[in-house]
Nanobody, 123 residues
Framework: VQLQASGGGLVQTGDSLRLSCAASRRIFSNNGLGWFRQTPGKEREFVAAISWRADTTAYADSVKGRFTISRDNAKNTMDLQMNSLTSEDTAVYYC?????????????????WGQGTLVTVSS
């Protein structure tokens, strides 16, 4: 497994959750990283991204101000801190590694994907 997402679970509206993604050094190095999410019957949607040097981040409007993406290049890990969760955040969350060092927003910009971790927010 080249990308491994973890940290999902069942929480209540307003709660916080922290997702983590571990990757192999080969994939992690020099690549932008991102989080996407998907619900049944819908396309995978962008959530957040971070550039290789962590000098650029990008967020979907729906999570801006509530979610924070970060990475630790020494540990080959990436996190997504999710605060003030609502039922609309319920989804399977995927971490991914981009083809470039940029904080990319599109699915097609990513080459490697983790297996997904389920986040369920109950109201």
């Amino acid at each position: 497994v080249q990308l491994q997402a973890s940290g999902g679970g069942l929480v209540q509206t307003g709660d916080s959750l922290r997702l983590s993604c571990a990757a192999s050094r080969r994939i992690f190095s020099n690549n932008g990283l991102g989080w996407f999410r998907q619900t049944p019957g819908k396309e995978r949607e962008f959530v957040a991204a971070i550039s290789w040097r962590a000098d650029t981040t990008a967020y979907a409007d729906s999570v801006k101000g509530r979610f924070t993406i970060s990475r630790d290049n020494a540990k080959n890990t990436m996190d997504l801190q999710m605060n003030s969760l609502t039922s609309e955040d319920t989804a399977v969350y995927y971490c991914a590694a981009a083809r470039s060092s940029a904080a990319a927003r599109t699915v097609n910009s990513y080459s490697y994907w983790g297996q997904g971790t389920l986040v369920t927010v109950s109201s």
